[in-house]
């Protein structure tokens, strides 16, 4: 039924996320408490009225996001690339020429989930992307299907350091989404973000100092409803080695993903309880 209705042209399916923004904003309020206090933290500078008008906007684009994420199952490599378009691919494309693995950290913001099918049918490398499993089995093989069926490959995130081991000599770009929150016994990083004590995951800085890879930041930027431009900025040229209990890349990772949400917080994903952990007291400031 979901790759049925993926036939549709998209102009149909945003008619369907229309009626979805009023069900979901107006009707459900999905995780409307979530989302407001997650922006009230974020930007105490603003007035009630602009956080009313970033969550109203955010609400108008998630049921969007939806839709786009349902097209990937029937979306081809032309409708792809004619909606992607990565504004400085050539970034990328230097440091995959010299035989390196380059890592991107990523976020969710904009439409992360056309970000890996479109590179696997613009670059002329490898396009990878480390995953989490679900806990659905049906959403687990149907995401799979989603990602997968325009030639990227996934690894699971258990199986990253065995794959990188195994393919330390190919040439490729492997996506991480850094902006999750990890559990709470496995966090090894604070920094301030959005005027809140934040913990990021440390994985991509990690795989990146004990293989050598170069660090990308990806910027997701929503042009209009289906487009949207991608531009990479480099975190680490894969060469230095920082000091032992300091993580660089992911502090420079968490200051330019600040930076981008400010610059569209619609943009961003607002749902999730992001800030669900608390600096312990005797943890420095990063």
Known sequence: MLKGLSLLPL??????????????????????KVVFQNLRNSFPEKPE??????????????????????????????EMRRRIVFSN??????FVRQGKTVI???????????????GAVQFGFPAEGIYRPLKSKFFEEFMLYLRGRLGARLIKMKDTMRDFVR????????????????????IQFWTTFLNQDTPFFVGA????????????????????RGHYRLTFEVLSDGNSKPEEGAFPITEAFAQKLESSIRRNPANYLWTHKRWKHQRPQAASSE
């Open 11 to 32: 102009s149909v399916l945003y008619l369907l996320a229309d009626f979805l923004f009023v069900l979901v904003y107006y009707i459900i309020g999905y995780r409307k």
């Open 49 to 78: 009225k602009e956080i009313q008008g970033i969550a109203k906007a955010f609400y108008r684009q998630f049921p969007d996001l939806i839709m786009e994420i349902l097209k990937l199952a029937s979306m081809d490599a032309a």
């Open 89 to 94: 691919q050539e970034l990328l494309d230097n």
């Open 104 to 118: 991107t950290m990523g976020s969710h913001s904009g439409n992360w989930e056309w970000v890996l099918p479109a």
């Open 167 to 186: 393919n330390r000599k190919t040439a490729r770009v492997v996506a991480m989404l850094s902006d999750q929150t990890p559990p709470y016994g496995e």
């Open 205 to 224: 800085e990690k795989l990146a100092n004990a293989f050598g890879c170069p660090v990308l930041f990806l910027d997701v930027e929503r042009e209009k």
